[in-house]
């Protein structure tokens, strides 16, 4: 089974240079929006329909936010600030919003939610 993920990303993503800076660039865009939202995230509450996993759902956002290792390796991760500066900025943030909408309204057609929720990131 691990094979067949191990196959699967190489012959989807990493064989490609430009699919894996899109994914680095995701990869940090999550990051810096999860550190941003760690006062949130840590006092928001889940509900997964699920008394234990509402509890490890919790317990699994706080290993994330406060994980020591990810913060020293990525203390800014991302300065978004910069991404929006300059004429072009007002333009690009325009566009990735508009490209969100895009994507959501695309998977609230899904039916599966984990696919969903995979979809989305
Ligand atoms: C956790 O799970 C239960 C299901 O037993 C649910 O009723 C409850 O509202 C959930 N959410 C929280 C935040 O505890
Ligand atoms: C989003 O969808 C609209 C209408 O479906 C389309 O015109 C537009 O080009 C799309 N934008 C992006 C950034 O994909």
């Not at 240079?17 to 840590?42: C, G, H, I, W």
Request: proline share 3%; aromatic share 12%.
């Amino acid at each position: 089974m691990q094979h067949f993920f191990v196959t699967l990303m190489y012959d989807r993503v990493l064989r490609y240079p430009d699919r894996v800076r899109n994914l680095y660039f995701t990869f940090l865009f999550v990051l810096r929006a999860v550190t941003k939202a760690s006062n949130y995230l840590e006092q928001a509450e889940y509900d997964t329909c699920n008394p234990n996993e509402n509890l490890t759902t919790q317990s699994l956002i706080k290993q994330l936010i406060y994980n020591l290792k990810l913060q020293a390796a990525c203390p800014i991760p991302f300065d978004e600030a910069n991404l929006w500066k300059g004429r072009s900025g007002l333009e690009l943030k325009q566009k990735i919003q508009q490209q969100f909408r895009n994507i959501s309204a695309l998977m609230d057609c899904v039916g599966c939610e984990k696919c969903r929720l995979w979809g989305m990131l």
